[in-house]
């Protein structure tokens, strides 16, 4: 293949690849979009259900088919976010890789050193001098200890198939994925970051970013939410100083998560403190909970 049609493949993969993306992106905004719209109307309708239902038990049937109808589209919204995740990044790395591959091809671009305007004016500032500086200046990033992963990968394997075992046992160790640690995994195995970004976007019990000492559960299933799951969660993110965008405060000694199902429908609406439950809660009573922790821990 000569150069010309390796550029213009490279291209055209680059298109591809940013179109795909750009779909991609478009399609979880838009589910994201009419979910917002959507849960709403969800909850006041099983509400009027519930309570048209402690009044006449006929409407039980209706009030059954509506959550379970509900159930369903919030599983397969999950699904497709979940595909979605995975086309998302494998159209990204075939984007970045059409990219060098272009830039490849148009061979190297010269170096530019950015000099500060002060050394500017002192024309006798060697280009040295300039390199320290910016390698001073650049903040250092704290390094993980990576033998444990490689202990890890000799156990587990290093086929695709051993994928959630491998990232389980990372988890378990540093109560997180490290990118770091993931990056060594695909360097010793043939696990692809794709397959990564896939099954840790999946799985809602992995965390790519770290979790605090106690991790805190509020359902947001049907019968929490129409109970005030919302208010409780929004309580405790105030009382524990989490800040918009995080789930983790600044301590990192809480995390809090919103979960699909605790499995406590009767005791709604309810949450857990690590693996103790609290449940009947009201945005007041809801911060008492964590006393669970306190009185728990060893002297």
Request: hydrophobic letters at 45%.
């Amino acid at each position: 293949m000569t150069r010309d049609r390796q550029r213009a493949a490279a291209r055209a993969g680059k298109r591809i690849a940013a179109a795909i993306v750009a779909a991609c992106a478009a399609i979880m905004i838009a589910d994201y979009a009419v979910a917002r719209v959507r849960f709403p109307r969800d909850a006041e309708r099983v509400a009027a259900l519930q309570s048209q239902t402690q009044t006449d038990a006929s409407f039980a049937p209706t009030l059954a088919a509506e959550q379970d109808r509900i159930t369903r589209v919030r599983r397969a919204r999950k699904v497709r976010s979940g595909a979605l995740s995975v086309l998302l990044v494998a159209a990204s790395s075939a984007f970045l890789a059409s990219a060098k591959w272009l830039a490849a091809l148009d061979g190297p671009r010269p170096a530019v050193a950015i000099i500060p305007l002060a050394n500017l004016r002192a024309r006798s500032v060697p280009p040295s001098a300039v390199a320290e500086t910016h390698s001073a200046a650049a903040p250092t990033i704290p390094e993980i200890d990576l033998t444990l992963v490689d202990r890890i990968v000799e156990k587990e394997g290093r086929s695709k198939e051993a994928a959630i075992p491998i990232l389980q046992a990372i988890q378990a160790h540093y109560r997180y994925l490290p990118d770091e640690a993931l990056k060594r995994v695909c360097e010793l195995t043939d696990v692809t970051p794709a397959q990564i970004a896939g099954t840790s976007s999946f799985y809602a019990r992995f965390r790519r970013s770290p979790v605090g000492e106690h991790v805190i559960r509020v359902c947001h299933g049907t019968a929490c939410h129409v109970s005030g799951a919302r208010q409780i969660t929004e309580e405790l993110r105030r009382q524990l100083r989490i800040p918009d965008g995080a789930d983790t405060d600044p301590e990192r000694m809480f995390t809090l998560d919103e979960v699909a199902c605790l499995g406590c429908c009767s005791l709604a609406p309810v949450l857990m403190v690590d693996d103790h439950t609290a449940g009947r809660l009201t945005p007041a009573s809801a911060s008492a909970a964590l006393n669970i922790v306190h009185r728990t821990q060893p002297a």
